[in-house]
C-alpha cells in the first residue's frame, strides 16, 4: 500500500539520478526504490561477516551491479522465450 500523505523534494547530484533510474524498476517509484535499497541495505546478512568482511566496498558494489546485470539478462530472455512460445 502506497501512503500519499506527504512528500519531499530532495536535491541529487545528475551521476547520483542516473545509477537510481538504472536501478529502478519499470513500475517502480523512485520511493519505492528507496524503500527497497534501504530494506535490502539492513537485510544484509555478510556486510559484517565472512568473506565479504574483507571485500573493499567497491568491489561489493560491483558485484552487486554484476548480479543486477545478470537478473535483467535473465528477465529479457525470458521475455524473449515467451513471445516465441506464445507469440505476441
Known amino acids: 500500500m ?14 547520483v539520478y542516473k545509477n537510481l533510474k538504472k536501478l529502478k524498476s ?3 517509484s523512485f520511493s519505492e526504490l528507496i524503500e527497497r ?12 561477516f565472512g568473506i565479504a568482511k574483507d571485500l573493499s566496498s567497491e568491489l561489493v558494489e560491483e558485484f552487486e551491479k554484476a548480479i543486477i546485470e545478470a537478473k535483467k539478462n535473465d528477465a529479457m530472455k525470458s ?5 516465441e512460445l506464445w507469440g505476441e
Open 37 to 48: 535499497l534501504i530494506a535490502n541495505q539492513q537485510k544484509d546478512p555478510l556486510k559484517f
Open 2 to 15: 502506497i501512503d500519499y500523505m506527504t512528500s519531499k523534494m530532495i536535491s541529487i547530484r545528475d551521476d
Open 79 to 83: 521475455i524473449s522465450k515467451f513471445s
Open 26 to 28: 519499470p513500475n517502480e
